[in-house]
């Protein structure tokens, strides 16, 4: 069976994390961590790590990285991984850039971190304020392999999952995360 990776930005939020968690049941996903909110919200961090999904870095306070000086990436990054280090006892090895903001100067700050960029082959708009008929949707146009970005704290996003899933079934896809980076050894 085919893999579709289902990633989730900007989270936790104590308002839909849970029920996010819930409405996956058993399927794993990919969540990636906005900093402030990790710390401000530590049982959730550890909740969705106790789950089995696999938490990536969304840097400190959101920021568009290519806007920022390299000390300044370097910071976002590096605060947020040891965060979520410190939280759920793994280092994460994938990395979003929150607006897909990316670059020659982001790229050597993730290779400075270890780090693997995420981007996705689907945006389900929910940013946006789309419906949960739209979300899922969008959801539905994934291909094999690919990645769908959705965010947490969106009711309508939280809405679209059980569907999304049931979706992806029917055309054979298996929803997960996204697969796991090999460690480096240098």
Known sequence: MDTVALTFDDGPYPETTPALLAALGG???TF???GEHAAAHPDLVRAIAAAGHAIG???WTHPRLTTLSPA???QEIRRTQDLLTRLTGLRPSLFRPPYGDTDA???RALAAHELTEVLWSVDTRDWAGCTADEITAAAGEAQPGGVVLM???RPATLDA???ILAALAERGLRPGPV???PARTS
Do not use: K, M
Request: proline share 8%; no cysteine; glycine share 8%.
């Open 32 to 34: 990636f961590l906005w």
């Open 105 to 107: 100067s982001v790229a």
């Open 161 to 163: 999952v059980p569907r």
């Open 27 to 29: 399927t794993r996903a």
């Open 72 to 74: 300044g990436r370097d």
């Open 151 to 153: 965010h947490e704290g």
């Open 179 to 181: 697969p796991a980076v």
């Open 57 to 59: 870095n969304h840097t």
